[in-house]
C-alpha cells in the first residue's frame, strides 16, 4: 500500500500550497496532480476501513467468546490462580528471610565466637533473637497494630459476617509479612500456619478491589466465600497440603460451608501448593517436587494389629496432654492480662516485656545450657525429620548416617528419652510464654512437635519391649518408631485445635497413607477428650480478645428444644418511630451509642415493624437537617426574599436589646471547614468572594437549631431496611442457634403478629447457652397433641 506520506514532496507541497484557481485556469499537469492525491486518499480511507472493521470484528469475537465460555467463572480462575500464586510467592519470601536469620545466627554463634568464652558464645546467641522479636512487636504496632496474633479468631469472626475493621488492609498485609518473617527468624517456638492464613486473607481482599476483579467483590457473600477459599491457601503453601488446607478452612474459619465454594478452596490451595514447590524446584535446586517431612516406613506391613491399643493409649495421653495445655495456657493469658505490673511495663516501654520473654526462651534453648538436652543446635524442622525416621534410637547395629542423627539426640550423661522429654517441655512452657508477646505468631507447629515428640518416646518404649516384633498368625511385624511420632503429632495438635482436618495434613506432609487408621484413631479419641475437658485454642482466643461468639456445640439435652427466644430476649427495645421529633432521635442515639441499628415502627401505641435504619444514617439525617449547609441555604434564600430572619414567626428574639444590628454582616470563620490545601492557599493570597455568605451569630444558631430539632424527622429520605430478620417469640433454642449460625446473623428482633416485642442478639444467645449447660435457664413443659386421622 502506498501511503501517503510516501508521494513526491513537490506533489504534496503544490497540491496543498498552490492557490486556489477555477476549474478552468488549472493546467492539465495540476489536474493529474490532485486526481492522483484524491485516488490515495480514498484507498488509504478503504484500507483503514477494513482495517477497523476486522479489529471490531476480532473484539466481539474475543468479548462473545469470554462472556460465553468464561464470564461466568473464568473471571474467579484468574482470580483463584493469581491468589495462590501471590500467597505462593509470599510464603518463599517468608521462609527464605527466616532461612538467612538462622544462618546468621549460627554464624554469630559458630565462626563469630569460634574458641571464645562460654559467655562470648552466649551473647552470640541471644543477641539476634532478641533483636528480632523485639523488632517485629515495633513495627506491627507502627504499621498495622492488627497483625498480632495469628489471625485466625478474627477470620472466624470475620466469616460470621461481623465487620472486623482495619483487619485486612495493606498496611496489616506489609506488618504481618514482617512480622512473622522477624518471628520465625528469631527461634521462637512459634508457627506460621495462622498468620499465612491471614496473610491469603489479606491478598484476597486486596485483589478484589483492583479492576480486573472487581465484579466478584461487588457480593457481599461472595467477598465471604472467597475470603473462605483463601483461607486453604495459607496452609496448602504452609504445609503442602492443598486438601488438609481446604478441611481446614471448613473446620476453624466457618461453622456452615457451602459446596458450591469447595472448588474454589481446593482450586486456590493447588494453585498455591505446587507454585510454592516449584519455587523451591527452580531457586534452589531441589531435585523434584517433594512433601516437607519425607518418610520412609514399611509399606507391606506399617503396624501390627495389636499396636492399635498402643495407637489407642497414644490418643489418650495426647488428649489430657492438650486439655492440660489450653488450661495452662488460658491462665497464663488471664494472668499476663490482669497483672498491673505488666500492664505498667508495657505502658513505660512496649519493647521490654518481648525482649525479656525472647531473652529467657533463648536462654533456654542455649546448646551450651539446657539447649544441650533437646538438640538446641539443630533446627525445628530437622528435629521432626529425626522423630519421624524408620529406624529406632535404641537399636544395637547403626549406619553412620544413622548414627550421626542419634548423636543429636544423647550426650555422654544422658540418652534419647530424657532430650525428648525436655523437648516437650520446652515446647510445652516456651510457646505459652512466646504467645503472650504482641508479634505475629501461630502454635500448629509447636503443638506437632510436642505429639510427635510424644509419639516417638513411647514407639521407642514399643521397640525396646518388642525388639523382635509383634506376632500375629505367625506374621512377624517390627515396630516403626516413627510411625508412633507420625500419629502422636496428629493426634496432640488435632486436639488442641479440635479439628480432625489435621490427620489429612499429617498425610500429606510425610506422604504416608499406611497409618491412615491409627492417625484417625488417635485423633478421635483425644478430640473427644479435649473437647469435654476444654476448649480449642481458637475459641478461647476469641473469648479472651471479646470477639463475637457463638459456640458451634449445644448441650445434648432435652432443654434446647424447649427453651424459646421468649426467655432470653431483651424486651426494653430502643426504637424509632414516625412521628418523632429531631430532638428525641438525638436523645436515643446519645444514650444508646452501643446500638449499631434501630428497629422503626408506625406509632409507639401499636409497635408494628416497618423495618431497621442503620446508626450512621440517622446520624446524617440529623446532620443534614441542622448542619451549617442547610443553614447558610436558608439564609441565602432570606437574602433573596430580602430578609434578615427566618420566615417562620414563631423564631424569634426574646429580648431584642440584646441583638446586635451589625452581627449579621460580621463574616463566621470557621477552620475546621476548610481543608490543608485551602489553608496553604489563604495564607499565601487572599481573594474576596464575589458573593458574601453570612453565617449566624453563635447565639442565634444555637436557637435555631433548636427550633430546627423540634421539627418531625422524615424517615423516608434516608435507606430503610424494609425486611429485618424476624423470630417470633415461640422459635427455639436451637432453632436461633441454626439460623445465626447458618445466615451469620448478629441481631433478630421478635414479634408477635407483627408487634415488635423484643430484640436477641449474639451476646443474648451465647448467655442463654451458658445457662442452659449451668441449669440457670429451665426449659418449659413439653406437650404433645396427637390427632387421630379419619
Not at 492539465?28 to 490515495?40: A, C, G, I
Not at 495462590?84 to 554463634?109: E, F, P
Not at 496432654?321 to 493469658?333: H, K
Request: proline share 5%; aromatic share 12%.
Amino acid at each position: 500500500m502506498k501511503k501517503r506520506n510516501d508521494l513526491p514532496q513537490d506533489v504534496l507541497y503544490e497540491s496543498y500550497m498552490a492557490p486556489v484557481q477555477s476549474y478552468d485556469e488549472k493546467k492539465p499537469t495540476d489536474l493529474f496532480r490532485l486526481s492522483y492525491v484524491k485516488e490515495e486518499e480514498k484507498k488509504l480511507r478503504k484500507e483503514l476501513h477494513a482495517l477497523h472493521g476486522f479489529q471490531g470484528w476480532l473484539l466481539k469475537c474475543t468479548t462473545y467468546v469470554w462472556r460465553n465460555l468464561f464470564g461466568h467463572f473464568g473471571e474467579e480462575w484468574f482470580y483463584l490462580a493469581a491468589l495462590g500464586i501471590l500467597v505462593a510467592l509470599i510464603s518463599y519470601m517468608i521462609d527464605w528471610g527466616v532461612k538467612m536469620c538462622n544462618w546468621s545466627r549460627m554464624w554469630l554463634y559458630k565462626d563469630l565466637a569460634v574458641g571464645g568464652h562460654p559467655w562470648a558464645r552466649y551473647f552470640a546467641w541471644i543477641a539476634l533473637p532478641v533483636t528480632l522479636c523485639m523488632f517485629s512487636a515495633g513495627f506491627v504496632k507502627l504499621v498495622g497494630p492488627k497483625a498480632v496474633g495469628s489471625g485466625i479468631p478474627e477470620m472466624k469472626t470475620l466469616l460470621r459476617g461481623v465487620y472486623v475493621k482495619d483487619f485486612l488492609t495493606f498496611r496489616v498485609l506489609v506488618a504481618k509479612v514482617v512480622g512473622i518473617t522477624s518471628t520465625l527468624g528469631s527461634s521462637m517456638p512459634l508457627g506460621k500456619e495462622g498468620p499465612l492464613m491471614h496473610i491469603s486473607c489479606c491478598c484476597a481482599h486486596l485483589l478484589g478491589k483492583m479492576v480486573s476483579f472487581r465484579g466478584i467483590y461487588q457480593n457481599e457473600s461472595r467477598k465471604l466465600e472467597m475470603l473462605a477459599a483463601a483461607t486453604a491457601v495459607g496452609v496448602g503453601c504452609t504445609f503442602g497440603a492443598p486438601i488438609g488446607g481446604v478441611l481446614l478452612s471448613v473446620e476453624l474459619t466457618t461453622a456452615y460451608y457451602g459446596t458450591r465454594n469447595y472448588w474454589r478452596g481446593f482450586c486456590a490451595a493447588v494453585w498455591g501448593a505446587t507454585f510454592y514447590r516449584l519455587l523451591l524446584v527452580w531457586i534452589e535446586g531441589v531435585e523434584s517436587v517433594t512433601v516437607v517431612f519425607k518418610t520412609s516406613f514399611f509399606v507391606d506391613t506399617p503396624w501390627a494389629a495389636q499396636e492399635l491399643l498402643a495407637f489407642s493409649i497414644l490418643g489418650i495421653i495426647c488428649g489430657f496432654g492438650a486439655a492440660f495445655y489450653m488450661r495452662m495456657r488460658i491462665r497464663f493469658g488471664r494472668f499476663v492480662k490482669g497483672s498491673e505490673l505488666i500492664k505498667k511495663i508495657k505502658q513505660a516501654n512496649h519493647f521490654v516485656y518481648p525482649g525479656f520473654i525472647s531473652l529467657v526462651v533463648a536462654s533456654i534453648n542455649f546448646p551450651l545450657g539446657i539447649g544441650q538436652f533437646m538438640a538446641g543446635h539443630v533446627g525445628y524442622a530437622v528435629q521432626v525429620q529425626h522423630m519421624f525416621a524408620n529406624f529406632s534410637w535404641m537399636a544395637p547395629n547403626l549406619t553412620v548416617a544413622q548414627q550421626a542423627v542419634v548423636n543429636n539426640w544423647k550426650t555422654p550423661w544422658t540418652g534419647p528419652y530424657l532430650h525428648l522429654v525436655c523437648l516437650i517441655a520446652f515446647n510445652f512452657v516456651c510457646n505459652i510464654l512466646a504467645a503472650t508477646m504482641p508479634i505475629p505468631n501461630g502454635s500448629f507447629i509447636p503443638n506437632f512437635r510436642i505429639g510427635a515428640a510424644a509419639g516417638r518416646i513411647l514407639g521407642e518404649l514399643m521397640n525396646t519391649w518388642y525388639p523382635t516384633g509383634l506376632s500375629y498368625h505367625g506374621r512377624i511385624t517390627k515396630v516403626v518408631p516413627g510411625g508412633y511420632a507420625l500419629v502422636g503429632a496428629a493426634a496432640f495438635s488435632g486436639a488442641v485445635t479440635q479439628t480432625m482436618c489435621v490427620c489429612m495434613i499429617v498425610l500429606e506432609m510425610s506422604s504416608q497413607i499406611t497409618h491412615v487408621i491409627p492417625i484417625l484413631i488417635a485423633n478421635l479419641i483425644s478430640n473427644s477428650i479435649a473437647q469435654l475437658c476444654s476448649s480449642s485454642l481458637y475459641d478461647s482466643a476469641i473469648k479472651a480478645k471479646g470477639l463475637p461468639y457463638l459456640p458451634d456445640m449445644l448441650p445434648r439435652n432435652s432443654a434446647i428444644y424447649s427453651v424459646y427466644v421468649e426467655d432470653f430476649m431483651v424486651t426494653d427495645v430502643k426504637y424509632i418511630y414516625h412521628g418523632m421529633s429531631f430532638e428525641k432521635l438525638k436523645n436515643l442515639l446519645t444514650e444508646n451509642k452501643g446500638i449499631k441499628t434501630f428497629p422503626l415502627v408506625n406509632n409507639p401505641v401499636r409497635l408494628i415493624l416497618l423495618g431497621s435504619i442503620p446508626r450512621m444514617q440517622l446520624i446524617d439525617l440529623i446532620e443534614t437537617h441542622v448542619g451549617k449547609n442547610r443553614r447558610l441555604q436558608e439564609l441565602n434564600d432570606e437574602e433573596q426574599n430580602e430578609c434578615k430572619k427566618p420566615k417562620s414567626e414563631q423564631f424569634r428574639l426574646e429580648d431584642d436589646n440584646t441583638y446586635d444590628s451589625d452581627s449579621d454582616n460580621k463574616f463566621t470563620y470557621n477552620p475546621l471547614y476548610e481543608s490543608p490545601g485551602e489553608i496553604r492557599a489563604r495564607t499565601k493570597s487572599v481573594t474576596l468572594p464575589t458573593k458574601r455568605v453570612c453565617d449566624l451569630t453563635p447565639k442565634l444558631q444555637k436557637k435555631w437549631e433548636r427550633y430546627q430539632m423540634q421539627k418531625s424527622v422524615d424517615f423516608r429520605t434516608c435507606p430503610i431496611d424494609p425486611a429485618p430478620f424476624q423470630l417470633v417469640e415461640r422459635t427455639s433454642l436451637l432453632k436461633v442457634h441454626s439460623l445465626f449460625s447458618l445466615v451469620g446473623l448478629n441481631t433478630a428482633y421478635v414479634t408477635a403478629i407483627g408487634r415488635l416485642i423484643g430484640v436477641v442478639a449474639l451476646k443474648e444467645l451465647r448467655q442463654a447457652i451458658s445457662d442452659v449447660k449451668s441449669g440457670k435457664l429451665q426449659a418449659h413443659g413439653i406437650s404433645i397433641i396427637v390427632t387421630e386421622e379419619k
